[in-house]
T-cell receptor, first 115, second 115 residues
């Protein structure tokens, strides 16, 4: 257990509304990631952060923004939700203390439905 | 660019028989490779990782994988399947050095175990 929580765990929202998902970690890891999981695609990276206020885009970043004002929290915002953003969203951390072997540890996921 | 291909979208075995889940990778440098497992409606759990220390990697729950550079493969095996092994399995490679350590996922192999 890497001390990662996600909130909410489930959300149903309407097209066009803003949505913010929260990832919280308790172990002071520098790197945090947001992925989405869709059938037939595995997980795909949306955005990642390498420190407070330091973020970068992943391969499917269109329509998403992120913020990291504290080490422990990484927020994912859908500015105007669309049905194509219906998905399961996973947050992950990477442990870089000691030898960095690049594995990531995942939160429990948030199931988002956009109607 | 780094990528992984899981050769089977679905594998079905009988309890007590061997499991083989196939994965081929592409990488422009010595790769870091992982297998993750996802049980139904659960998060992702790291099964094992290859980081060039040894070509035969042992993981949790009796799983192991062998890194074969000549074949660009990283197949996952288990000598004897258990009902609790039924899940989706993802072969994963670390992205390029300038991509923040992101993980690139295969499309997944669903493992069914028959009694």
């Amino acid at each position: 257990d890497a001390g990662i929580t996600q909130s909410p765990r489930h959300k149903v929202t309407e097209t066009g509304t803003p949505v913010t998902l929260r990832c919280h970690q308790t172990e002071n890891h520098r790197y945090m990631y947001w992925y989405r999981q869709d059938p037939g695609h595995g997980l795909r990276l949306i955005h990642y952060s390498y420190g407070v206020k330091d973020t970068d885009k992943g391969e499917v970043s269109d329509g998403y923004s992120v913020s990291r004002s504290k080490t422990e929290d990484f927020l994912l915002t859908l500015e105007s939700a669309t049905s194509s953003q219906t998905s399961v969203y996973f947050c992950a951390i990477r442990q870089t203390t000691g030898t960095d072997t690049y594995e990531q540890y995942f939160g429990p996921g948030t199931r988002l439905t956009v109607t | 660019a780094q990528s992984v291909t899981q050769l089977d979208s679905h594998v079905s075995v009988s309890e007590g028989t061997p499991v083989l889940l196939r994965c081929n990778y592409s990488s422009s440098y010595s790769p870091s490779l992982f297998w993750y497992v996802q049980h139904p409606n659960k998060g992702l759990q790291l099964l094992l990782k290859y980081t060039s220390a040894a070509t035969l990697v042992k993981g949790i729950n009796g799983f192991e994988a062998e890194f074969k550079k000549s074949e660009t493969s990283f197949h996952l095996t288990k000598p004897s399947a258990h009902m609790s092994d039924a899940a989706e399995y993802f072969c994963v490679v670390r992205g390029s050095y300038n991509q923040g350590g992101k993980l690139i996922f295969g499309q997944g192999t669903e493992l069914s175990v028959k009694p």
